[in-house]
Nanobody, 118 residues
Framework: QVQLVESGGGLVQAGGSLRLSCAAS????????MGWYRQAPGKQRELVAR???????RYVDSVKGRFTISRDNAQSTVYLQMNSLKPEDTAVYYC????????????WGQGTQVTVSS
């Protein structure tokens, strides 16, 4: 059974930091691209950050320079370090695991709420 379990969300003041974790089980993340998406109320889910199996990263423009995605394949865990948080970062954040050699998302986590107060 495949599971992606996010943790680390919460309430933080603007300018603060949070570190999200995504613990994977039942799959090998080392052969997959992994990502973090977010969905705010009334908005579509958007890709925030992605890391390839080789470690290449890309970010949505709104988080560049503030967020960092990383992976620990030995621990089957992906992280999202979020600094200088803004109220507009408020959303449910979802971890994703892509199909090997594809950017199609095979698996999703259940989501973790991040709320940034002004």
């Amino acid at each position: 059974q495949v599971q992606l379990v996010e943790s680390g969300g919460g309430l933080v003041q603007a300018g603060g930091s949070l570190r999200l974790s995504c613990a994977a089980s039942g799959i090998s993340i080392g052969i997959r691209g992994m990502g973090w998406y977010r969905q705010a109320p009334g908005k579509q889910r958007e890709l925030v950050a992605r890391i390839s199996r080789g470690g290449n990263t890309r970010y949505v423009d709104s988080v560049k320079g503030r967020f960092t995605i990383s992976r620990d394949n030995a621990q089957s865990t992906v992280y999202l370090q979020m600094n200088s948080l803004k109220p507009e970062d408020t959303a449910v954040y979802y971890c994703s695991a892509e199909r090997p050699n594809s950017d199609y998302v095979d698996y999703w986590g259940q989501g973790t709420q991040v709320t940034v107060s002004s």
